[in-house]
């Protein structure tokens, strides 16, 4: 390399760190450096290259090599607004005509960024120094007898490009120490717990059975509220079917083993724990339907990665921060538009996560006033959901509905009377009210009490919500207690009119039939 070349080089390159641009790439042998400056959220890209061309199609080759080159580093650094600027140190001027290099690549298209090219020779150098002060906003000066020795100059160039290249090193080491604070261990022990359990589900009953998902741990409102709140977590490693947990696990890999190697095994356990706990209030909270999945604790995974972003900005965008952004945004999307999923365990544990990351924070940093504002807002937002999610739970009529079907498969008759008399009392629900005064008839009927069974099942047919059933057992009452056989035809012709195709009811129709 020539040296008054290469020492012009860095001495450029110092000057534009004192711009405000840093230093982002280089190549040691051949003295290469790219720089950036955003400024209003645009970026500035330079290539500094010392090199002298003899002919301009060889100028022209390496301009192209260049631009494709800055535009891989516009997407490494997650640049979409960017103007390149690529800068030539050299000693002569091609011999040819080269002036149209000048012309900015990408001019005229809409999505092509801009890049500009300078070639500071001898014979130009102020010239183009005074262009690009202009371009780029700055102030440099041409100063070419600083050094007046080539000794001087080698020394002074040996000088800047080892302190250079040494930052540069240490950034990459930093970069690399970030994401390798630990190796992932606890992540693979979760994914076998997982999968075991799985298949213990599969072996030990029947899937589709919602029965059989409680009695392993699934997060079912009215037991956690008769104080099993053991099923906050124990849901969490729980799936519905086999989909279901490979989509899990797939999402679970790959955070899990990032947030572990950012994080460090101690904290990855509280962020999927605790985060997953939120999710889990947070569907207690908001849904009375059965739940279960690791869904709560893998978006907790997807919250710590945004704290991470928060605190590498610039690292989160120029690495994952896009593909994080899409794949939550996408199953967002997907969870708002499909009804079955639940959204208030997949948003509980985004914000849990996110906030208990921020108190347990990321290795080598801290910021105490920050954490602990974190932690208070965890312990506010999950007590918060808990004390929603009793409240709203308490005064549902649908969990009582369930509640009362819970206590008749138990047959547990007086329960579910009580239970269903006290919810008429307190819903004007007309969508639920029918299905109370069936479930309180079944009841009445297995204690005998006919009558009040009879009067809750008329009652029920008046509302447009009705079941089949409800006609057969009054026909069925009507019987029993000594009804003509116009009455109870009447009530069968009644429910037939409303669901002719019930088998039930046309055979009661048929054997009230004369042979």
């Known amino acids: 390399m020539d040296i008054p070349m290469q020492y012009r080089a860095y001495e450029l390159v110092n000057k534009l760190t004192t711009q405000g641009f840093r230093i982002i790439a280089g190549d040691y042998k051949t003295d290469e450096i790219w720089l950036e400056r955003k400024a209003d959220r645009k970026s500035a890209i330079i290539r500094v290259k010392p090199q002298t061309f003899d002919w301009s199609n060889h100028l022209r080759q390496d301009s192209q090599i260049a631009y494709q080159q800055m535009q891989r580093i516009r997407q490494a650094i997650a640049s979409s607004n960017a103007v390149f600027y690529s800068i030539y140190i050299a000693e002569e001027l091609p011999v040819d005509d080269w002036e149209d290099v000048k012309h900015p690549r990408g001019e005229g298209t809409k999505k092509a960024p801009k890049m500009h090219t300078y070639y500071l020779a001898e014979a130009n150098e102020e010239e183009e120094i005074s262009q690009l002060n202009h371009d780029l906003h700055i102030s440099l000066s041409s100063d070419r007898e600083k050094y007046v020795t080539e000794t001087d100059k080698e020394t002074a160039a040996k000088r800047m490009k080892d302190v250079l290249f040494q930052e540069i090193q240490e950034e990459m080491e930093n970069r690399k120490k970030i994401f390798s604070f630990s190796k992932p261990l606890f992540t693979y022990i979760l994914i076998a717990f997982n999968v075991l359990i799985f298949i213990f589900q599969i072996t030990s009953g029947e899937m589709e059975n919602t029965q059989h998902l409680i009695d392993m741990g699934a997060n079912f409102n009215l037991l956690v509220m008769e104080g099993e709140w053991w099923r906050f977590f124990t849901s969490m490693f729980l799936h519905l079917n086999f989909l279901h947990l490979m989509m899990n696990m797939l999402a679970l890999f790959y955070l899990g083993a990032a947030i572990e190697q950012i994080f460090g095994r101690i904290r990855f356990l509280f962020i999927y724990f605790l985060g997953g706990l939120t999710g889990s209030i947070a569907s207690?909270?908001?849904?009375?339907?059965?739940?279960?999945?690791?869904?709560?604790?893998?978006f907790a995974l997807f919250g710590a990665l945004l704290l991470f972003g928060l605190i590498y900005k610039k690292i989160f965008l120029q690495t994952m921060g896009f593909n994080i952004m899409l794949i939550l945004g996408i199953n967002l999307v997907i969870g708002f538009t499909i009804p079955e999923i639940d959204m208030g365990a997949h948003l509980g544990g985004l914000a849990g996560g996110f906030l208990i990351a921020a108190a347990a924070y990321v290795p080598n940093k801290k910021n105490k006033k920050n954490q602990l504002l974190a932690l208070v807002g965890f312990v506010v937002l999950s007590l918060g959901l808990f004390i929603y999610g009793w409240s709203f739970n308490s005064s549902s009529p649908e969990l009582k509905l369930i509640e009362v079907e819970m206590q008749l498969e138990e047959n547990h008759f007086n329960e579910a009377i009580s239970i269903a008399t006290e919810a008429l009392d307190d819903t004007n629900d007309e969508t639920l009210i029918p299905y109370f005064l069936f479930h309180r008839s079944f009841a009445y009927i297995q204690e005998g009490e006919y009558t009040d069974a009879a009067e809750d099942l008329e009652e029920a047919i008046q509302y447009d919500h009705r079941l089949p059933q409800m006609y057969n057992n009054l026909a069925v009452l009507y019987s029993r207690q000594g009804a003509s056989t116009a009455?109870?035809?009447?009530?069968?012709?009644?429910g037939l009119s409303?669901?002719?195709?019930?088998?039930?009811?046309?055979?009661?129709k048929d054997d009230l039939q004369p042979y």
């Open 284 to 298: 207690f909270a908001f849904s009375i339907n059965v739940s279960a999945g690791a869904s709560g604790a893998i």
């Open 487 to 494: 009455e109870i035809e009447a009530i069968i012709d009644e």
């Open 498 to 508: 409303h669901f002719p195709d019930d088998e039930e009811l046309s055979k009661l």
